[in-house]
């Protein structure tokens, strides 16, 4: 059974830093290109950031320069470091993997992130 188990949310003010973290279990981890998507109330689920396996990264271009995706495959995690937080960050964050022969796509349950202004 897949499990893609999300941590780290919660509330920060303007200016703050947040670090997720997604474990995942079920997958081969190496074949599959992780990500982070984001969904803020009223508005479609966004591409946050994505890793592959060989370290290629790609960033909506909201968060760049203040956000990094980073993997563990010994541990078969990603995070993604938050900084400099601002309210329009605010929104459910949910880990996903991709595999990347089949594209079959697995997701967290999602963690809170609350920036207050």
Same mark, same amino acid.
């Given at each position: 059974q897949v499990q893609? =188990?999300?941590s780290g949310g919660g509330l920060? /003010?303007?200016?703050? $830093?947040l670090r997720l973290s997604c474990? !995942? $279990?079920? #997958? $081969?981890?190496s074949t599959n290109v992780m990500g982070w998507y984001r969904q803020a109330p009223g508005k479609q689920r966004e591409l946050v950031a994505t890793s592959t396996i060989?370290? &290629?990264?790609n +960033?909506? %271009? $909201? =968060?760049?320069?203040r956000?990094? #995706?980073s993997r563990d495959n010994a541990k078969s995690t990603v995070y993604l470091q938050m900084n400099s937080l601002t309210p329009e960050d605010t929104a459910v +964050?949910?880990? %996903? !993997? /991709?595999n990347i022969a089949?594209?079959? %796509?697995? &997701?967290?349950q999602g963690t809170q992130v609350t920036v207050s202004s």
């Open positions: 893609l =188990v999300e920060v /003010q303007a200016g703050g $830093s474990a !995942a $279990s079920g #997958i $081969s981890f060989g370290g &290629w990264t +960033y909506v %271009n $909201s =968060v760049k320069g956000f990094t #995706i +964050y949910y880990c %996903n !993997a /991709q089949t594209h079959r %796509n697995y &997701w967290g």
